[in-house]
């Protein structure tokens, strides 16, 4: 007769062996970081049909939040949507033998605060790698810069115009026009265009 062994602590008989740290944590909840100012930086909503996946993911993206350093919090419960469709069976006479159907979608919110750009981006490519079948998920990103916006937005217009210059005049061929317009005169001026036309 095994020892029993209490799966969660890893404490039994004497003799029984103690799970590992990084396996106890599996059965506890994940683990959260305090937010310094509190200011959102990200919302993750997730979409799914079956209620198990759905937990299973927002305990996954909580755990990968705590392991980038980003204060996350969630899930909240959001309100479901229902869907339902009535189809007919059959056709002509047989229109009374109808047929429902209801889809019940299930979503939960998960909100990062005081996350930098960087790190909320490669958060969310890494749950976008490791998606778990059967989850939709949309995020919004907010990012937040200095005062001086505008003046750097300028700058980088003007850079931008010379740039996109130097790309239209290769494509569009604008200088090779003096080229063109001599040889357009010499056919014009040429013995052989005046007989044709003349």
Known sequence: MQPEINIKTGQGDKEA??????????????LRRTP???VPSCDLQLRSYSVPNLEFFCDFAL???YYLGLPAFGPVPLPKITERWTVPKSHFIFKKSQENFERVTRRRLLQIRDG?????????????????????????????NKLDVGKELDAD???MEELVEKKMAA???????????????ELLESERFRQRYN
Do not use: C
């Not at 062996?17 to 994940?30: E, S």
């Not at 490519?125 to 990012?143: S, T």
């Open 171 to 185: 494509h569009l061929g604008r200088d090779k026009i003096e080229g063109t317009v001599q040889k357009v005169q």
């Open 116 to 144: 930098h750009p960087d790190t909320v981006q490669i958060w969310l490519a890494f749950l976008q790698k490791h998606a778990y079948y059967g989850i939709g998920m949309k995020a919004n990103v907010w990012e937040y």
């Open 17 to 30: 062996l103690r799970l590992p740290r990084a396996v106890q944590a599996v059965y506890l909840r994940p």
């Open 36 to 38: 310094t100012y509190g």
């Open 157 to 159: 217009a003007k850079s």
């Open 63 to 65: 755990r990968a939040a």
